[in-house]
């Protein structure tokens, strides 16, 4: 095949793959995967080694344990790692969504459309976010996340009603005192992506890897630098709920 030839396909490729979308239609279908359920990752536990990598400061991957009797389990890799600040703290990065461009390494464009307090404590975030994996790939999809204060969780999966472009996203954080230091905070971050057609293995692999060590160590950074730093408006009402933990 001529370099010219080759060259060609690959634009029809590009294009056919990132075709202009009406991103205000729904998305097609709806769960494919399982979403998570709020509060500890059940039946996962740390040996004295990956206590000691936390308390140096890095982070630790682990597999969790999806539930066998699911036909679409949510599983995979979660990233577990201890921030030196407080439970507020570290909530106030992780709900700071509209900011999150100014923060996270590849992040685009993150803004809420719609953050509504629930009758019974909870919220919904509906969040649309552009992320750039590599150079000519980027991503833009609409995520529905509830943050359970009272459980130290924020769940999330796609906002099915309008269209995504990864076929599915199941997440999870859930933050935790730490065991054994006070004013310290384990963080542990978990999502599953399903992605839409044929993609480049470089971008699995970024996705898979790269981008869950990047998502908590973004937070450990932010947090450690600003200890005291409120609740974002919205979730100010919260902050009882997460301190009661």
């Not at 060609?8 to 056919?16: D, H, K, N, P």
Request: net charge positive; glycine share 6%; proline share 8%.
């Amino acid at each position: 095949m001529t370099r010219l030839l080759f060259t060609a396909l690959l634009l029809v490729l590009y294009s056919s793959a990132f075709a202009k979308k009406d991103y205000n239609k729904p998305h097609g279908h709806g769960p494919v995967l399982s979403p998570y359920k709020p509060g500890k990752f059940e039946g996962l536990s740390l040996n004295k080694s990956e206590e000691k990598k936390l308390a140096e400061g890095k982070s630790v991957m682990k597999q969790s344990m999806p539930d066998p009797n699911d036909p679409n389990p949510a599983g995979g890799a979660i990233c577990v790692q201890d921030i030196q600040a407080p439970l507020d703290a570290v909530w106030s990065q992780i709900l700071d969504l509209d900011n999150y461009k100014k923060k996270v390494a590849k992040v685009l464009e993150s803004k809420n459309y719609k953050v509504a307090p629930q009758k019974d404590g909870k919220y919904q975030i509906k969040t649309k976010m552009v992320m750039g994996v590599m150079p000519g790939y980027k991503y833009t999809s609409f995520y529905d996340h509830t943050f359970h204060p009272r459980e130290g969780s924020m769940t999330w999966t796609l906002d099915y009603d309008k269209t995504s472009d990864f076929d599915d996203v199941s997440g999870h954080w859930h933050v935790a005192e730490h065991p054994s230091k006070p004013d310290c905070t384990r963080v542990f971050y978990a999502c599953d992506i399903k992605m839409a057609g044929s993609v480049p293995k470089p971008i699995i692999n970024f996705i898979g890897k790269v981008a869950l060590k990047q998502a908590t160590s973004w937070v450990k950074k932010e947090s450690e630098g600003s200890p005291v730093a409120n609740l974002p408006k919205p979730f100010d009402s919260a902050k009882d709920a997460i301190l009661s933990k």
